[in-house]
């Protein structure tokens, strides 16, 4: 098994470093930046083993037959990596991650 996350999904990572030490969610800037690269090797490593259900059809613009896990950071945030699977030619099962949002965002879509 293996996990592919998108660049512009890596991308919207990179800005959410900012955002949380900009709207002081976090006194400093390596503090933001070790959140974001927590969540990210926590999906790169758990996502196969996750339940994961059938993302909504408002979701579709990331991509066809999407899913969704969650991961819960804290009390107060769940993130949830929407991915798409594939198998490979050798029949090794891939999941693309096309999007991770919160549930500050896109809760109330699920």
Known sequence: MKVVILPEVLDYM???????YQEEYFGFRESASEYVIDLLDNVKANLPTRQHKRAPELF???????????????????????FTKYQDKGENTIYLVRYIANNHTVAQHL
């Open 60 to 82: 579709a613009r990331y991509g066809n037959d999407l899913h969704y896990a969650s991961f819960v950071k804290n009390k107060r945030t769940t993130w949830y990596a929407f």
């Open 14 to 20: 990179e800005d959410l470093m900012e955002i949380l």
